[in-house]
């Protein structure tokens, strides 16, 4: 097994998955997320993970992905975990936006709790300074507010669509924690992360109950829970 690869393996051999407490969202950006990709391998193994089927993935529309993510949060049956690569990060800060603008508009009182408990958002793009891919720039500007829940923003030191530093401040933006995955390209497929332990780590980090107890991550770093992130951003 190459040492960038896990497996995701029951605690117990042949002992039924126990039942998941969380729904975790996987959010592709452009193009989806592939045969390879660790979203694609998450879905497979992680209780309660399903994809979003945003529609266009080579022609994205920023409302219609907005209400695609809305529609299959507003279907979970459990509180859910995003899990957003790439452009799909940008469609979850505006869900956020858009959501927070309708819950302004309920009384305080109305006991109607945010459904989204964290979001782990990983190599998010430029969409306003330089975008490589003029699709990108449908996606802004940014939205002004801070995520209402928390959130981890997770980027590359050598991504091809995101410098570290405006990694960094759109972290800061967003009041999110960073963490730096190290040189790997735009943390895809082509990364070759296979299970990607570290992205684990940080998702059982960020929402324990996202990857239960009966799973264990093996050969790599993600049981580890000294992950080097940078702290909350406070509100400005």
Not at 75 to 100: K, N
Request: some cysteine.
């Amino acid at each position: 097994m190459n040492r960038n690869e896990t497996e995701l393996q029951s605690a117990v051999p042949g002992e039924a998955a126990a039942v998941p407490e969380v729904d975790i969202l996987i959010v592709p950006g452009l193009n989806n997320s592939g045969p390879g990709h660790w979203q694609t391998i998450w879905e497979e193994r992680l209780p309660g993970a399903r994809r979003v089927d945003l529609g266009l993935w080579d022609d994205p529309h920023r409302n219609t992905w907005v209400n695609k993510l809305a529609l299959a949060i507003g279907r979970a049956s459990r509180p859910v975990v995003i899990v957003a690569h790439s452009l799909g990060c940008h469609v979850t800060a505006w869900w956020a936006e858009y959501e927070a603008g309708f819950r302004s508009h309920l009384r305080a009182d109305a006991g109607v709790d945010m459904p989204v408990l964290g979001a782990l958002l990983v190599a998010p793009p430029d969409v306003e300074e330089r975008p490589v891919d003029r699709r990108l720039t449908r996606f802004a500007p940014l939205p002004p507010s801070e995520l209402p829940f928390p959130s981890i923003v997770v980027s590359s030191r050598d991504d091809p669509y995101i410098t570290v530093g405006q990694a960094r401040r759109l972290a800061r933006r967003w009041g999110a924690r960073f963490a730096d995955a190290g040189a790997v390209g735009h943390v895809n497929a082509h990364s070759g992360l296979g299970d990607w332990p570290f992205g684990l780590a940080l998702l059982r980090q960020l929402v324990p109950s996202a990857v239960p107890g009966d799973l264990i991550v093996a050969d790599g770093p993600a049981a580890s829970s000294g992950i080097a992130t940078e702290g909350w951003y406070p509100p400005a």
